[in-house]
Structures are given as structure tokens and as C-alpha cells.
């Protein structure tokens, strides 16, 4: 069974351009997560989707945004990037949304995303 | 705001040794899960403890979750190369709109 697919792997970008990233699900997962990994601030959440719908969302910026599609795979868009964008996102993805507790998240590898 | 404090945040230790990783908060958590991450991937699960008190264990690695559900910590016991990598603890807030909040994670390496 193949894991978590994100293209690309590795980015690099010049502040003020826009960028997407995209993630593939594990098979029949219809739920897909979306992180922010730096140094300084750890992991942190920024939005969930499930059946092509936001259902949660974390405190980042409007210019961080995403999608869904009816195939489940998602996408995430970040506008007019920032020197602070530089990081490593992961994208996670879970048969059904809900209590973490009782549905494992499983992590794609990441796009290191570099923003000159 | 809520905050998972993980210590220490550097561990660098010789291979047989054991060793002790905290993730303290102020705020209590509905379950708790740790994971593990290796340069290049993304954080792999390695448990999840939901009651308070909870004790797992897997091979060398016990887990305890704190009685009031606010702590928890991550033992190992004679540690191998292979344990090498980020320790992350990470809360989740609960409800069916909740999500999980990370530490910043332990690096651990274990020297052969």
C-alpha cells in the first residue's frame, strides 16, 4: 500500500511569488491534514479538509489556503511568500476525520519549501 | 493559547544507555500521542495514550501519561543508533473540531 506522495520535494522561491503544493493520500483516506514545520515553532497545524470541505483551521495568515478534490487529494497555495515561509510542510492524511485519538494521521515526507 | 513544552530539547548519549523524555503542559489534553521523525520524513506514530495514568510499553520504549492528563514522558531503555532521531509529543485538543498541538521535540542521538 503506498504512504503519503507530496510533490515537489524541494522548493525554492523569491518572497512576493506564489507557490502550490500538492499532496496525494493514502488510498481510500477521504481526510487530509496540513502542517508547518520550522526550527523555531515546531509543527504546527494549518488546516484539515475531508470530502472537499475545510473543517478546521489553524491561526495562519489568509495566504495560506487549500483545496480538496473529489479524488482526495489536496492541495496548498501560499500567496506573496515571505522570507518566514521557509519551511518544511507536511501533509498527513487519516481514513475519516475526527478524535486523533482513534484515527491514525499518516505523514507524507514533506516539501522543503525555501523563499529567497 | 495551549503549549506542549518537550524536554530537553538536545540528548546526546552513548549506545546502552537509557534515558527519559518529558512534554509537560499548562493545559489538559483529551489523548496525547508521540512520534518519531528521521531527517528526510515525516513524523511516524508511535503511541497513543488516552487515560490518565496510562502506562504503555513497546520493546524498550515505555510511555506514561500523566494523571491529569496534562504530562506525559517517553522512557528508553538501553538505547541503540537506531533510536536516532526527533522525538515529538503532541496533544490533541479534543472535540470534533479539535486538532493536535506539537511540541517542539526532543533530537536525540545515540552514539554506537
Known amino acids: 500500500k503506498a504512504g503519503v506522495t507530496q510533490t515537489p520535494r524541494y522548493l525554492i522561491k523569491t518572497r512576493g511569488q506564489q507557490v502550490t503544493l500538492s499532496c496525494s493520500p493514502i488510498?481510500?483516506?477521504?481526510?487530509v491534514s496540513w502542517y508547518q514545520q520550522t526550527p523555531g515553532q515546531g509543527l504546527q497545524f494549518l488546516f484539515e479538509?475531508?470530502?472537499?470541505?475545510?473543517?478546521n483551521k489553524g491561526n495562519f495568515p489568509g495566504r495560506f489556503s487549500g483545496r480538496q478534490f473529489s479524488n482526495s487529494r489536496s492541495e496548498m497555495n501560499v500567496s506573496t511568500l515571505e522570507l518566514g515561509d521557509s519551511a518544511l510542510y507536511l501533509c498527513?492524511?487519516?481514513?475519516?476525520?475526527?478524535?486523533?485519538?482513534?484515527?491514525?494521521?499518516?505523514f507524507g515526507p514533506g516539501t522543503r519549501l525555501t523563499v529567497l | 493559547t495551549q503549549l506542549l513544552e518537550q524536554s530537553p530539547q538536545f540528548l546526546s548519549i552513548q549506545e546502552g544507555e537509557n534515558l527519559t523524555v518529558y512534554c509537560n503542559s499548562s493545559?489538559?489534553?483529551?489523548?496525547l500521542q508521540w512520534y518519531r521523525q528521521e531527517p528526510g520524513e515525516g513524523p511516524v506514530l508511535l503511541v497513543t495514550?488516552?487515560?490518565?495514568?496510562e502506562v504503555k510499553k513497546l520493546k524498550r520504549l515505555t510511555f506514561q501519561f500523566g494523571d491529569a492528563r496534562k504530562d506525559s514522558s517517553l522512557h528508553i531503555t538501553a538505547a541503540q543508533p537506531g533510536d536516532t532521531g526527533l522525538y515529538l509529543c503532541?496533544?490533541?485538543?479534543?472535540?470534533?473540531?479539535?486538532?493536535?498541538?506539537f511540541g517542539k521535540g526532543t533530537k536525540l542521538s545515540v552514539k554506537p
Open positions: 498527513a492524511s487519516s481514513l475519516v476525520p475526527g478524535p486523533i485519538s482513534y484515527n491514525e494521521q499518516f
Open positions: 488510498s481510500g483516506h477521504r481526510s
Open positions: 479538509y475531508f470530502s472537499e470541505t475545510q473543517r
Open positions: 493545559s489538559v489534553f483529551s489523548s
Open positions: 495514550v488516552v487515560t490518565g495514568g
Open positions: 503532541a496533544g490533541f485538543t479534543g472535540g470534533s473540531q479539535g486538532n493536535l498541538i
